[in-house]
C-alpha cells in the first residue's frame, strides 16, 4: 500500500475519533487504538510465519484500521467500551468513506471481513490477524489503563475495580485462552503482556492493601 493512501486512511480515523471520548480509553482512545492495532499488522506482515501464509496487505491494513468505525454511530457523549453491532455497522460505513481511497475490491472484502467478524465459519488470514492484534492491543500495560480509565468514567473505587481484576479479568487470561494465537512469534508477545499485567495487579494489590 502506498505511503499517500495510509495516510489518508488514518487522517479519516483521526478526524473522527480524535475528540470522542471513551470510559475505557478516555479522549481519543478509539482513534489510537486502531492506530496501534493497524502498525502492529504492519508489524506482522513483516514476519515470515505471517508472509508465508501470503495475507492480502492491502485488506489487512484498511480492516485493522477501520475495524471499529461503526462505534462512531454511538450519540453517547462519552462511548462505551461494550458496542454490540458495531462491527456490521463498521462494514456498511466504509463505502461511503473510502470511496475513490482504496479499490472497489478492498473495501468489498474488508467490509465482508467485519460482517462476518463474529462469525466462527468464516476463516481468512486477514481476518486472523486482526483478531490477534485486536486482542494484543487489550492486554499488558495498555490494560493497565484501559482498566483504571474505566473505573474513573464510572465512579469506581480502587478497592471495587481490584476485585473485578480478581474475579473475573484475570481468569480470563488462564488457562487455554493463551492458545488462541496460533502463530508462535504473535503468541510470544501475548505471553509477555501477559505476564507485564500480571505482575503489575500483584504489586498493585501488595501496595493497596498493605498498612504502613
Not at 470510559?23 to 515470515?48: P, Q, T
Not at 484498511?62 to 454490540?84: E, N
Not at 467490509?111 to 481476518?127: P, R
Not at 479479568?169 to 503468541?187: C, D, L, P, T
Amino acid at each position: 500500500m502506498e505511503a499517500e493512501t495510509e495516510g489518508k486512511m488514518v487522517d479519516i480515523m483521526r478526524n473522527i475519533f480524535i475528540d470522542r471520548e471513551e470510559d475505557s480509553g478516555g479522549l481519543g482512545y478509539r482513534f489510537f487504538h486502531s492506530y496501534r492495532v493497524y502498525k502492529m499488522c504492519k508489524v506482522f506482515l513483516s514476519m515470515n510465519e505471517v508472509s508465508s501464509k501470503n495475507p492480502d496487505e492491502d485488506v489487512l491494513l484498511t480492516v485493522a484500521l477501520f475495524h471499529d468505525i461503526g462505534r462512531s454511530k454511538s450519540s453517547d457523549k462519552v462511548m462505551k467500551a461494550v458496542m454490540p453491532g458495531h462491527d456490521e455497522e463498521s462494514a456498511k460505513m466504509l463505502h461511503k468513506l473510502l470511496d475513490g481511497v482504496v479499490a472497489d475490491s478492498v473495501i468489498k472484502t474488508t467490509a465482508g471481513i467485519l460482517h462476518n467478524y463474529l462469525d466462527d465459519n468464516y476463516k481468512s488470514i486477514e481476518k486472523e490477524l486482526l483478531s490477534y492484534a485486536d486482542d494484543l492491543d487489550e492486554i499488558g500495560a495498555l490494560d493497565v489503563w484501559r482498566m483504571f480509565t474505566f473505573a474513573a468514567y464510572n465512579k469506581r473505587t480502587a478497592a471495587k475495580q481490584l476485585d473485578y481484576w480478581k474475579d473475573k479479568e484475570s481468569k480470563k487470561y488462564s488457562g487455554a485462552w493463551i492458545n488462541r494465537f496460533r502463530i508462535e512469534s504473535i503468541k510470544k508477545i501475548a505471553e509477555d503482556r501477559i505476564r507485564t499485567l500480571n505482575d503489575f495487579m500483584l504489586e498493585f494489590d501488595k501496595e493497596f492493601n498493605t498498612i504502613v
